[in-house]
């Protein structure tokens, strides 16, 4: 039987990865509460203008965006969960 687990020390410069997997997660979530904002302000001036496009367009801007905070910030646990999967497998 094989039993082999993730090494955490086994390559020079993982805790560098580790930094820097977690400074782009931040960079992704400071881009989606960016978008989530013009997306909105978007969405109000189409309503408020009658512009029936731009209220659509900002509506599934704002979606957009809580789908993708939603995705930067649960990543690891995600991934966590599935391998938890594979490892039942």
């Given at each position: 039987?094989?039993?082999?687990?993730?090494?955490?020390?086994g390559l020079?410069?993982?805790?560098?990865?580790?930094?820097?997997?977690?400074?782009?997660?931040?960079?992704?979530?400071?881009?989606?509460?960016?978008?989530?904002?013009?997306?909105?302000?978007?969405?109000?001036?189409?309503?408020?203008?009658?512009?029936?496009?731009?209220?659509?367009r900002g509506?599934?801007?704002?979606?957009?965006?809580?789908?993708?905070?939603?995705?930067?910030?649960?990543?690891?646990?995600?991934?966590?969960?599935?391998?938890?999967v594979g490892?039942?497998?």
């Open positions: 039987m094989i039993d082999i687990a993730p090494n955490g020390s020079p410069g993982i805790e560098q990865l580790r930094v820097i997997v977690g400074a782009v997660m931040t960079v992704g979530l400071i881009l989606a509460v960016l978008a989530l904002i013009i997306a909105a302000v978007a969405w109000g001036y189409g309503a408020n203008s009658s512009n029936p496009h731009l209220a659509s509506k599934l801007g704002v979606l957009v965006a809580c789908s993708a905070a939603v995705i930067c910030g649960a990543s690891v646990t995600l991934v966590n969960f599935f391998w938890g490892q039942s497998v």
